[in-house]
């Protein structure tokens, strides 16, 4: 029997993207296909979602409306995204404005996301519950604390018509509090108001409501899900991870290989395979021009990352006197603190020819820098999956990545014994600290110089399984254990 799965998503590639959710929850449909699951996405209404919907050539409808949706008019729209179900919820006086899902141009946040995300998820259990007479779903699966009060508004209905529920963690340093006085307009009974419901620390808690009400909890790696049962990891939350025992699960993401794919990436100046890596020499080349370096003969390091502390931006940049050093280039695409990009700026004007930076958001030159960067650095102080060095393995750019939560799991390190199987697919390195990220950049450099070891490394992440396929599973398991346990 084909299980319906309502997937509540604050952000989905290709049509609203800020970071790796964005990524996993536009994959999932496809990937829980396989396994006899119809999911379908539930998206917020941002005019970039709205305009694509809107070009359905006529597909678009609206199927429910809500005078008063936790006091906003809305109205759900049913279209598609890529080949599977789509539904916007429509609300205007909370999503129809310029700038981002979560904040202005500036990037601040917008005063109103309590009430914002509130409403969505009161919406995403309405629907889950069975309000709209043409959508039936056997289960609500929630994503990040955008989504995270789905279960628990699920949790306190009625008795019987609330679906079993799904929370999955993408990151656990983001969680949503918001004020006490949100409370009233949520339409919860008193009995929500509660260190076992929505309260956390005297306010709304987003993230933990979700955690505490939701059926199963996902994260996105083994690795992370036994890292936030820990207080250093766990941001607060890990007595509550802890509690809820074996019903915490680490399922890794995959990658959508119709998007990233080296034998079809229309960004790429050549396309190629395993067999045919010395095509990435034009790409390399092109990216050289684009990011004003010299020819050399060193590797050509390359990040994708939102700079900030999460992902190890500080010290990377105290690497890079020392990386140049050892005759390696960087090109760096990335945005986020206004202090680490302005240092990444600076350290380029020092290292002119050596070190190429630009500052922004721009997914073709993402998939260039993949298909032309010999290394790809991850630096994370913590990462729950990570997806830019499953990027990597797939594109021949091999990782060089900080040991921890996804990175772990998906990188198998250039040891002696991993080399001499042939297993090696990049680069770990334990503490981020300036001397072990130095002492990585020095390992790779040192294994790029032995130009057929460097291969060997390059086509065995190639052939690495970042695929959805055991991970589709896992999640169709989960389903259907869960439906089972009803
Ligand atoms: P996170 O979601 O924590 O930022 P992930 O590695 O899971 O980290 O996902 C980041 C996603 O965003 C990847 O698809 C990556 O390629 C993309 N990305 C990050 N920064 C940029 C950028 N400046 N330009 C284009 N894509 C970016
Ligand atoms: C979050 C995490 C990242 C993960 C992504 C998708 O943004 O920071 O590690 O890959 O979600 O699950």
């Not at 004020?179 to 306010?203: C, K, M, Q």
Request: glycine letters at 12%.
């Amino acid at each position: 029997m084909t299980i319906r799965v309502l997937s509540i998503a604050s952000e989905a590639a290709p049509l609203v993207k800020t970071g790796g959710l964005a990524d996993v929850a536009g994959a999932l449909p496809a990937a829980v296909a396989a396994h006899d699951v119809a999911m379908t996405t539930l998206l917020p209404g941002y005019p970039a979602v709205m305009g694509a919907v809107g070009t359905g050539g006529g597909k678009t409808r609206a199927v429910h409306t809500w005078p008063s949706l936790l006091g906003e008019p809305a109205r759900l729209l049913s279209g598609t995204i890529g080949d599977h179900p789509l539904l916007v919820l429509d609300a205007p006086g909370l999503f129809r404005r310029e700038g981002g899902p979560y904040g202005d141009a500036t990037g601040r946040d917008w005063a109103d996301n309590g009430l914002r995300f509130a409403a969505f998820a009161r919406a995403a259990a309405d629907i889950a519950s069975g309000a709209v007479k043409s959508l039936r779903f056997d289960i609500a699966h929630a994503h990040d604390w955008q989504a995270a009060m789905a279960p628990a508004f699920l949790r306190f209905a009625p008795a019987g018509i609330a679906p079993p529920s799904v929370m999955t963690i993408h990151n656990m340093a983001f969680q949503g509090h918001f004020p006490a006085t949100l409370f009233p307009r949520l339409g919860l009974p008193d009995e929500a108001w509660s260190i076992n419901g929505v309260e956390y620390h005297g306010g709304v808690g987003f993230l933990k409501a979700g955690l505490d009400s939701a059926w199963a909890i996902t994260t996105v790696s083994p690795t992370y899900a036994r890292e936030i049962r820990s207080s250093e990891f766990g941001m607060g939350l890990d007595g509550l991870i802890r509690a809820r025992g074996n019903q915490v699960h680490g399922i890794v993401n995959g990658i959508d290989t119709r998007e990233w794919n080296p034998a079809s990436d229309r960004a790429l100046a050549n396309t190629y395979s395993a067999r045919t890596l010395a095509r990435r020499a034009a790409n390399r080349t092109a990216l050289e021009s684009a990011f004003g370096l010299e020819l050399g003969s060193g590797p050509l390091f390359v990040v994708i990352s939102r700079l900030t502390w999460q992902k190890g931006m500080d010290v990377l940049l105290s690497a890079l006197d020392h990386l140049v050093g050892t005759g390696a280039r960087l090109a760096l695409l990335g945005s986020g603190d206004k202090a680490l990009e302005a240092g990444f700026v600076a350290a380029a004007g020092r290292h002119p020819g050596r070190i190429g930076v630009r500052i922004g958001y721009d997914e073709a030159l993402s998939h260039q820098l993949q298909g032309g960067g010999d290394a790809i650095l991850v630096p994370s102080r913590f990462e729950p999956c990570g997806l830019t060095q499953l990027y990597g393995l797939a594109y021949g750019c091999v990782p060089v990545v900080s040991r921890t939560g996804g990175l772990a799991d998906t990188v198998v390190d250039a040891n002696p014994a991993a080399l001499a199987a042939g297993a090696a697919t990049g680069v770990q390195f334990n503490a981020v600290t300036h001397e072990a990220l130095c002492d990585a950049i020095d390992r790779t450099v040192a294994l790029y110089r032995n130009g057929a070891l460097w291969q060997a490394i390059q086509r065995a992440g190639m052939k690495s399984d970042f695929s959805w396929g055991r991970s589709g599973k896992a999640y169709a398991d989960l389903y259907a254990n869960l439906l089972e346990a009803r």
